[in-house]
């Protein structure tokens, strides 16, 4: 079965917009993990919109031995004031997984992945460190993508297919192109050798569309839309929907 894991990054936008510890988001992961979620995701940024650091480090403890851990985020933001830096924070807290994002402070969300081949020589080294470390490596990467030589020669294991236009195409109507695009870049990175993952505006309205399609999925990452369906059904009943749908 996919994956599923849970991106708690509103959880942490909701209790900063007070300023305080609620809601917690320790006890938001152990609901999920409880509701039977497979991993639990987080995305630190420079500028500490939502999760931190001290989340990356509370969060390791709490799911460690219980779920698989993906930390993601940009691996060339320099370190500012508490946040030390992806790179830093994978040596510190171990995770399962670290998927490399291509944003900047101006993004308000991830909206593209890598150029494979400009980026490659630059991410050589990280991946290198990162795979030291025990973490796998994933790479956010846009559907349409075709070549995967220079993901596997630096040696990342996944590609994380961003998700966002195939999304906006199901709202509106029709997902047939932006389907397709995904489904033949799982295909060639799967041929390259490479596990295929997708995130990003996933919901119960497109997921099963796009699981159904894409043969071998190994996970999918959601935070926004399923926080946002948990206000009305509740977290644990939400993250049980989304794993039906994945079954």
């Not at 779920?67 to 399962?96: H, K, M, Q």
């Not at 070549?147 to 509106?172: K, L, S």
């Amino acid at each position: 079965m996919t994956l599923l894991s849970v991106n708690l990054n509103k959880i942490a936008v909701l209790r900063n917009s007070r300023g305080d510890a609620e809601p917690d988001i320790i006890r938001a992961a152990q609901t999920c993990i409880e509701a039977g979620c497979g991993g639990i995701t987080v995305h630190p940024r420079p500028d500490q919109r939502h999760v931190r650091p001290d989340d990356v480090r509370a969060l390791a403890v709490a799911v460690r031995g219980r779920v698989e851990y993906n930390i993601e985020g940009n691996p060339f933001a320099a370190p500012r004031g508490s946040y030390p830096g992806l790179i830093e924070l994978a040596r510190e807290v171990r995770p399962t997984q670290v998927t490399l994002v291509p944003d900047s402070d101006g993004q308000l969300t991830s909206d593209h992945g890598f150029d494979l081949e400009r980026d490659a020589e630059r991410l050589r080294p990280l991946v290198a460190e990162l795979r030291t470390l025990g973490c796998r490596v994933s790479l956010f990467v846009d559907a349409g993508i075709v070549d995967f030589a220079h993901a596997v020669a630096i040696g990342a294991e996944r590609v994380e297919i961003y998700t966002g236009p195939f999304a906006q195409a199901f709202a509106d109507g029709d997902a047939r192109s932006e389907l397709a695009r995904c489904v033949d870049t799982a295909r060639r990175a799967q041929q390259a050798g490479l596990a295929v993952n997708a995130g990003h505006d996933l919901s119960q309205a497109n997921l099963g569309t796009l699981r159904a399609a894409i043969p071998g999925l190994a996970e999918v990452s959601i935070g926004h839309a399923l926080i946002g369906e948990a206000l009305y059904d509740g977290l644990a009943n939400t993250v049980r929907s989304y794993l039906q749908i994945l079954s």
